[in-house]
């Protein structure tokens, strides 16, 4: 047998995905379990094993992460992989079949995809046709009418539902806005253009085509899913279609990492993996290697709380004294006050500014920040959208 020295530094738990054999897998990653290196060195696997790579299908949640599992896969094989496997987000899967296949359901391969910034244009001409941006009472913009459209198609929900649970504001224009996707709908396919979730809406089209859907789920050997736990009711069903043959399945995912409701995004779809594919084995990856223990005692504690979840333990053998804080603040100014005078304490014990951080989740929260930052001459780096006085 080949000696695979990239087999002995996965413990036992990333062994037993990488190796599984037959049927339907979900695999429970935890933060920080090495999830990329287990789906990279499962493609490896598979490859050594005799699987050509042009019949797998590795769906990513962006094009950097599926580029930098293959990145690594070569690396394992030393073999030149990435023209051949098919590797990337559900939307650029869908535009290669599409072309190829298209035909079946009516669809000419010269087709144009939009892009956000297209699709929201078209709808604002539409808008602007229709007389509804110049009214007296106020008509959704442009951007809000592209999101209501997209829940809509990816969670195939009706739309009177999502503006009373999304969008409450916009319930009074209910017909308008039927109008608007009508004419929108038209106008897509009177020029042969597909904006994003059509993407998806045509390759589930595909599927149950007589012929072809069986030709489209048999180019593959195994499917591969990444980040399962951000994918939508669309994506499933396209999932389910794509494995019913041969049901070599495995998804990846973490059910407490559920943070996007983009383009209709479920966690539901996780959680019912295991019905949607009866004889799923569950294989849960614990083991961190990305922070110490106390902080994970401290992330079990809040997730245990979860009412429905895959219920795990994260542990690590990184051993550390320190215990993480949690402060509480009345509002936002004493927020920045406790930030500011925490990072002037380490300061004095010797920690230098170059080796303190602030994290936070969308770039406009550090606003207040930066300004009582700039107030007390702390000096510092900003990561990620406009510095504040920029803005």
């Given at each position: 047998p080949m000696t695979r020295p990239w087999m002995d530094e996965l413990n036992p738990?990333?062994?037993?995905?990488?190796?599984?054999?037959?049927?339907?897998?979900?695999?429970?990653?935890?933060?920080?379990?090495?999830?990329?290196?287990?789906?990279?060195c499962r493609v490896a696997w598979l490859i050594e094993q005799g699987t050509a790579p042009d019949r797998i299908l590795l769906l990513t949640f962006t094009r950097r992460a599926a580029s930098e599992m293959i990145r690594?896969?070569?690396?394992?094989?030393?073999?030149d992989i990435s023209a051949q496997i098919w590797a990337g987000t559900f939307h650029a899967v869908s535009n290669r079949l599409l072309r190829r296949y298209g035909r079946a359901i009516?669809?000419?391969?010269?087709?144009?995809?939009?892009?956000?910034?297209?699709?929201?244009?078209?709808?604002?001409?539409?808008?602007?046709?229709?007389?509804l941006g110049d009214t007296t009472?106020?008509?959704?913009?442009?951007?809000?009418?592209?999101?209501?459209?997209?829940?809509?198609?990816?969670?195939?929900?009706?739309?009177?539902p999502i503006l009373e649970d999304h969008f409450p504001w916009c319930e009074a224009n209910v017909d308008d806005?039927?109008?608007?996707?009508?004419?929108?709908?038209?106008?897509?396919?009177?020029?042969?253009?597909?904006?994003?979730?059509?993407?998806?809406?045509?390759?589930?089209?595909?599927?149950?085509?007589?012929?072809?859907g069986d030709t489209v789920a048999e180019l593959f050997e195994h499917v591969l899913v990444d980040e399962y736990q951000d994918t939508n009711l669309m994506q499933a069903q396209i999932l389910q279609a794509m494995g019913c043959h041969h049901r070599q399945v495995m998804v990846v995912g973490d059910d407490a990492q559920?943070?996007?409701?983009?383009?209709?995004?479920?966690?539901?779809?996780i959680l019912e993996f295991p019905n949607q594919f009866p004889g799923t084995q569950l294989i849960k990856l614990e083991q961190n290697y990305r922070s110490t223990q106390p902080i994970l005692?401290?992330?079990?504690?809040?997730?245990?709380?979860?009412?429905?979840?895959?219920?795990?333990n994260l542990f690590s053998d990184r051993h550390g004294q320190q215990k993480p804080s949690l402060i509480t603040c009345f509002d936002e100014a004493a927020q920045c006050n406790a930030v500011c005078q925490r990072v002037l304490e380490q300061l004095e014990e010797g920690n230098e500014l170059r080796k303190q951080a602030v994290l936070f989740r969308a770039g406009h929260h550090s606003d207040l920040l930066e300004v009582e930052l700039a107030r007390r001459n702390i000096p510092f780096v900003k990561y990620g959208g406009l510095k504040f006085v920029e803005a």
């Open positions: 738990m990333q062994r037993s995905a990488v190796t599984h054999d037959g049927g339907p897998i979900l695999v429970i990653a935890g933060a920080g379990t090495g999830k990329t290196k287990t789906l990279a690594r896969a070569q690396r394992l094989t030393r073999s009516g669809l000419e391969p010269d087709f144009t995809v939009m892009d956000q910034a297209d699709a929201e244009d078209l709808i604002n001409l539409i808008r602007g046709d229709l007389e009472r106020r008509f959704p913009r442009k951007q809000t009418l592209l999101a209501i459209y997209s829940r809509a198609v990816n969670g195939s929900v009706k739309l009177r806005i039927r109008r608007v996707f009508e004419e929108y709908a038209k106008r897509k396919q009177e020029q042969h253009l597909l904006d994003y979730d059509d993407l998806l809406l045509y390759w589930k089209a595909l599927c149950p085509s007589p012929g072809i559920s943070i996007y409701s983009f383009r209709a995004a479920t966690v539901h779809n005692d401290a992330s079990n504690a809040v997730m245990a709380e979860a009412q429905r979840q895959y219920a795990k």
